[in-house]
Each structure stands twice: as C-alpha cells, then as structure tokens.
DNA sequence: GTTCGTGCAAATCTTTTGCAGTTTC
DNA sequence: GAAACTGCAAAAGATTTGCACGAAC
C-alpha cells in the first residue's frame, strides 16, 4: 500500500488547545468509549496538526492492538468527523486524510514531503470575491491551501545559492 | 450565458481567453490531433469555468462518438493536464474533476448543487500565514476555495426566513 | 439485556495498466 | 513507416457495506 502523500511526521503550529484525553473527548461526544477509539483518538490528540490516511492509521496502531480492523478505523474517523472531532481533507490522490479539528484553522501543503499542516493565516478579512463573481456567488466559508516548502524539506533541498 | 441542461452546466465567470478551437490548442501543445481528443477538448472549451468527471465526460460524448472508451479520457485528461491546458481538483469524496485552465483562478465549491466554479478573487494580497507559521514553512503559491452557494441554489433553497 | 461497535470479507467504485490493433504525422 | 493513440479488459487501490459476534452502557 504504496502512499504517495504521506501525512507529516512534525506537528505544524503548536496550536494552544486545552489537552483533554481521548476518553473525555469520547464521552463528551457522547460516543461510546471503546479501546479502538481511544486508541485512534489519542493518537491524533498526540500529534495534533498531523494527518494520517486511515491506512496509516490502522499500521500505526495495529501493533498496540492487534484486533484492530482497517474497516473499524473507517468506522470510527467517519464517527469521530460526524462529531466535528476530526477533518477530512483530500490529498492530491483524491485519498482521504484525517486530522483532529479543534480549533479553526487552514492548511499547508509541502511539496516536498507531501504533507499537510494546519496553519492560522492572516488578512482573510479582506479576501473576497471579485465584484463580477460577488452577485453569482454567496459565500460562506473560505478554505485557504499555502502550498511550498516546510522548513526541513526547504532545508534540505535548496542550497540557496552560491555563497 | 446560455447554459441550460444540468445545474453544474452553468460557466463561473466569463473569463476573457481567445476561443482558439481544439484543434489550434492540440497542435499549439504539440499533441496529435485525434477525433477522441479533439471532442473532449471541443466539450471542455465550450463550457469554461465547468468542472467534469471522467465518467460525465465519457456519458456526455459517447453520443458524439461511439468509439470512446473510458479509459481514453483518462489518457486524454492526462495528456491535456501534463500540457497544461486543463487542471485536475479533487471533490469531497475524491474523485477527480478536470476543467479548463487558460488563466489563473481559484474555486467556488456550490453546497447545493455540489458543483465547482472558476472565481477570481480579491485581496489575496494581504493573504499570508501568521508570524508563528513564517518561520516554519516557504509559501509558493496559494489556493482559494469558496464554499456557499451559487445563485440558483441559493434562489430555490433559502425562502430567506420565516413570514 | 439492549444497543452499539467491531472484525472479517466481499462488494463497489474510480483510476491505472498492458497489449494488440489503428491512426496520425 | 514509425511513433503515438485508442479500445478493451483486467488490475489495482481506497473506501463502503453486510452480517454475526462481542462489548459498553
């Protein structure tokens, strides 16, 4: 199971939420607390600002809990997401990547490691549609996607020319 | 704008690009000029703004031409990608739609007809990440995805509260 | 005890691939 | 005529679904 877009391995911005576990998070939901859950849950609330296709998820864990199906984990992310706990965005392979989603946020995409990050970009307020667009259209939510390099792979790829 | 058929017919904005034909933008790109590639091209120009799946390219224009397999879109699609003269976006389940893309746009995703259009915005200047997140990433480019409605939808759902 | 969740495997759906036969240049 | 395309069918992946068993409340 080759992936082509493998989620980061660094959390992106250390994004100021208040730690709950997964358990609590759980109940609170009022999702019923399952060792699969809280397995997958505290994993993602451990690295929060990484995304992980279910795929990784399920090699990630299986080890920590050998009864633990791929179909499950597609069952609890689509559970954990109808709660507003987790996201789901796309790779650029229409493959689908979860993360937790407690606060607001945008992303980055590196093009080098293929990863995604959350970031909290500025000056949305005055991003718009254009006075053509603005009487077709009625928005209400914008999705920012940066696109470029995180620092470790602008690092390691770009000697920054000749010194 | 004479678009009727089916809601996600309708063109975004009308963006000013010479119409060249098909042909003229296969053999401009240095592509043979085939009847298959020469239809789906003709199908995408006529339409800008539009956003196709494989398959509705396929339902579309096998009429045309009975001899149009499925899997010769992809290639087409492919191709016309690689030359630039189309773009691929991933809906929300993953599945690839492809449009034209002469000039540069970003996108408006329609939550009720759940169709994608070509908008150009404003105030993308002012759009940068956070202070926190410069250090740690290099942006190269930015993608803008609105989500709302697009007139129609907004037309025949919202009665605008109650009387 | 009832309801909900999980494991397993089969099914589905989209996209890719391999190859022989055609078409374009 | 050579190189590039296409049709067809099979393959590859990712995700969903159906159902019986087991766990949480």
Known sequence: ??????????????????????????RTKGLRVTP????????????????W???ELHEALRSQ??????????????ELRRVGLVEELRGHDGSALYGVHLVPHHHFFCEGCRCWFDVTPVGLGSLALSADDRGRFDVRTVA???????????RSEAPSGPP
């Open 1 to 26: 199971m080759v992936r082509k877009e493998l989620a980061s391995l660094q959390p992106a911005s250390p994004i100021p939420t208040k730690q709950f576990s997964a358990e609590t998070w759980l």
């Open 36 to 51: 699969q859950r809280r397995l997958v849950l505290d994993r993602m609330l451990q690295q929060m600002g990484r995304h």
């Open 53 to 55: 296709s279910a795929d």
């Open 65 to 78: 809990l050998s009864e633990l199906a791929r179909g499950t984990i597609y069952n609890i992310l689509a």
């Open 144 to 154: 920012v996607v940066f696109h470029g390099r995180c620092a470790d792979c602008a």
